[in-house]
């Protein structure tokens, strides 16, 4: 979807189709929007007694008869009744529309948000979240503007060049002939002659910019024209495509000064045309004054109407872009939808995990294996650690026991069951992550601890916090719990930030705990804190631990070395030590030397 940057201008009858489908989410406000038509219709067709009391009175002002035996002052009450008229119709007609934009497009935005945080992580991995957010804004802006002005001013000027066309046919259908005869035929001629000359200045376009090629690549590379003593070649060169320049530009002049003739002449003349015609009518009497008056004024009406339809026309065509963009992340299968078949509810899983021969690499980066033949099996209760250089895949590895990527190869089960045939809701409810870099939501420790388990009681919460050591520092907090973290956390130190996420986690209590790294980033001192809470969390449940420092996984009940994509050792701390030049001894030692 991120490929087709603006809409193109042209409307094929299969996205007008898509497009008039965003009218589902009008539906729940179709009453209000066939009101408002009707009111809109009433007040463009009240509008037109304007151009029309403008002759009449013209006429009665010359003594003229006219039915109702009207006077200028009946006339002139009326216009006042009709302005009011005007006025509350156009109000309510506003105040409906506004109502059904605002809520209609806030019933897209929903939609749109529900439809994208549901999406599978690929999406956001193959555009860039920011691009897609501002792009969505613009779109969802569009369709706001659309049921809010747009369709109703284009049906207003609609209403207004049909009943123009109807009341001229009927007032003065001679003159009305002549003018439907003259004009259309006109403005063909101008459209025809404006696509000439827009063809001709894109022509001189063209040539200038090859002229300044010419220029640009010779002072580039003038030590080759130099050399190869190209001067003379290449201002002949120049020269030539100037010249060039000068034959467009002077054809595309006499176009335009044609099309301004054309203007003058054919334009104002056929205006005259009319209207002297409609003067001999008058002379003759086929006409009264006041309807030349009315007849010119509806022309003007009709004149401004033809001109907004093709400005409004342009902002539909843009709706409908809108329109398709939005309806094809509407219509981007789900996480869930993507696996039709996987229904099994996970329950609480015991945390056997099994994984068998894994094969794997990131669907934007399909050329780079991440993880080649990966087995591991933990069994559950069980603590163990994955090790290996950065980069080596070991947040992969979560990442695929989280679901968030399918595989290429091999299988990865829980509990003797292949992982994608869980449901994803109550599998993923069985897990719970710490990572390296913790980043909070914008609002209270509170609100943030509840996010592992939003109906937790208040003694739950404030037992979690306690294990996790982060009682200490929240009860110093003249506000307790409810302090404001600041946006992603940033009024807690990296330490305190990490232990929250660890009551979090110990709230949620699930089966299976990831730490990617979760001390790496911390200070000795934080970090023992956090080790101390760590130990509490992992108790009792499967764990697999990612450490950066190894000194933090003596204790684990087995040790993963991941290389290039395999596991090429695994064992306790003791045994993977005693293998002298061992993956896990030379990582070790690396460390050490470090340090
Ligand atoms: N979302 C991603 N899209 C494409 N490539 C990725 C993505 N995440 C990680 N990688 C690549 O996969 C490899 C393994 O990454 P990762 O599992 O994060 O390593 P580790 O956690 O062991 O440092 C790296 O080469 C990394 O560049
Ligand atoms: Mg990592």
């Known amino acids: 979807m991120q490929q087709k940057e603006e809409s193109s201008p042209k409307i094929s009858r299969q996205s007008l189709r898509e497009a008039f489908k965003i009218f589902e989410f009008l539906k729940p406000y179709r009453w209000q929007f066939i009101a408002g038509l009707v009111l809109l219709f009433l007040s463009s067709t009240v509008f037109m007694i304007f151009p029309y009391s403008v002759g009449l009175m013209l006429d009665?002002?010359?003594?003229?008869?006219?039915?109702?035996?009207?006077?200028?002052?009946?006339?002139?009450?009326?216009?006042?009744?009709?302005?009011?008229?005007?006025?509350?119709?156009?109000?309510?007609?506003?105040?409906?529309?506004?109502?059904?934009?605002?809520?209609?497009?806030?019933?897209?935005?929903?939609?749109?948000?529900?439809?994208?945080?549901?999406?599978?992580?690929?999406?956001?991995?193959?555009?860039?979240?920011g691009d897609i957010v501002s792009r969505l804004t613009n779109d969802v802006e569009k369709l706001y503007n659309t049921f809010y002005f747009v369709l109703a001013e284009f049906f207003r000027q609609v209403i207004l060049l049909i009943g123009g066309v109807i009341f001229l046919a009927w007032q003065t259908p001679k003159l009305a002939g002549v003018m439907l005869l003259t004009f259309p035929i006109i403005v063909i001629g101008a459209m025809i002659f404006g696509r000439y000359i827009r063809k001709l200045s894109k022509q001189r376009q063209a040539i200038l910019a090859e002229t300044n090629t010419i220029l640009d690549e010779t002072l580039q590379s003038i030590h080759a024209v130099k050399a190869f003593t190209n001067e003379i070649f290449e201002t002949k060169r120049y020269g030539q495509s100037n010249a060039s320049v000068i034959d467009v530009s002077l054809k595309f002049a006499s176009g335009r000064a044609l099309f301004a003739v054309f203007i003058i002449t054919v334009l104002f003349g056929a205006l005259f045309f009319v209207i002297w015609t409609g003067m001999r009518m008058v002379q003759t009497g086929e006409v009264t004054a006041g309807q030349l008056i009315s007849f010119v004024t509806f022309t003007a009406v009709i004149g401004a109407a033809i001109a907004g339809l093709g400005n409004f026309y342009s902002e539909l065509i843009g709706a409908v872009g809108a329109t398709e963009r939005i309806r094809e992340i509407l219509a981007t299968p789900s996480e869930t939808e993507e696996r039709p078949k996987a229904t099994a509810p996970a329950g609480r899983l015991n945390g056997n995990i099994e994984f068998k021969d894994v094969q794997f690499s990131y669907p934007t980066r399909s050329d780079v294996p991440v993880l080649k033949n990966v087995n591991i099996s933990i069994e559950s209760g069980k603590k163990v650690a994955i090790v290996g250089q950065s980069g080596a895949g070991?947040?992969?590895?979560?990442?695929?026991?989280?679901?968030?990527?399918?595989?290429?190869?091999?299988?990865?089960?829980?509990?003797?069951?292949?992982?994608?045939?869980?449901?994803?809701?109550?599998?993923?409810?069985?897990?719970?992550?710490?990572?390296?870099?913790?980043?909070?939501?914008?609002?209270?420790?509170?609100?943030?601890?509840?996010?592992?388990?939003?109906?937790?009681?208040?003694?739950?919460?404030?037992?979690?916090?306690?294990?996790?050591?982060?009682?200490?520092?929240?009860?110093?907090?003249?506000?307790?719990?409810?302090?404001?973290?600041?946006?992603?956390?940033?009024?807690?130190?990296?330490?305190?930030?990490?232990?929250?996420?660890?009551?979090?986690?110990?709230?949620?209590?699930?089966?299976?705990?990831?730490?990617?790294?979760?001390?790496?980033?911390?200070?000795?001192?934080?970090?023992?804190?956090?080790?101390?809470?760590?130990?509490?969390?992992?108790?009792?449940?499967?764990?697999?631990?990612?450490?950066?420092?190894?000194?933090?996984?003596?204790?684990?009940?087995?040790?993963?070395?991941?290389?290039?994509?395999?596991?090429?050792?695994?064992?306790?701390?003791?045994?993977?030590?005693?293998?002298?030049?061992?993956?896990?001894?030379?990582?070790?030692?690396?460390?050490?030397?470090?340090?």
């Open 60 to 129: 009665v002002a010359q003594g003229k008869e006219t039915a109702f035996d009207l006077d200028l002052s009946k006339i002139g009450l009326g216009l006042l009744v009709v302005l009011v008229f005007q006025g509350i119709v156009s109000y309510t007609r506003v105040l409906l529309f506004a109502q059904i934009s605002e809520r209609g497009t806030a019933d897209i935005r929903n939609a749109l948000y529900q439809r994208i945080i549901s999406l599978p992580i690929v999406f956001f991995e193959k555009s860039r979240v």
């Open 394 to 595: 070991k947040s992969t590895i979560m990442q695929l026991l989280l679901q968030f990527h399918h595989l290429d190869g091999g299988s990865i089960s829980i509990d003797g069951k292949d992982i994608y045939d869980y449901e994803l809701h109550s599998y993923r409810n069985n897990f719970a992550i710490v990572p390296q870099e913790v980043i909070l939501f914008g609002g209270t420790i509170r609100e943030n601890i509840l996010y592992g388990k939003p109906d937790a009681t208040e003694a739950e919460i404030i037992e979690a916090a306690k294990q996790a050591n982060t009682w200490d520092f929240i009860s110093t907090f003249p506000e307790g719990l409810e302090t404001v973290v600041g946006e992603r956390g940033i009024k807690l130190s990296g330490g305190q930030r990490q232990r929250i996420a660890i009551a979090r986690a110990i709230l949620r209590n699930p089966s299976i705990l990831l730490l990617d790294e979760a001390t790496s980033s911390l200070d000795a001192e934080s970090e023992k804190v956090v080790q101390e809470a760590l130990h509490n969390l992992m108790k009792n449940r499967t764990s697999i631990i990612i450490a950066h420092r190894l000194a933090t996984i003596r204790e684990v009940d087995c040790i993963y070395v991941l290389e290039g994509g395999h596991i090429v050792e695994k064992g306790t701390h003791e045994e993977l030590s005693a293998l002298f030049d061992g993956a896990y001894s030379s990582l070790a030692k690396l460390q050490f030397e470090i340090a």
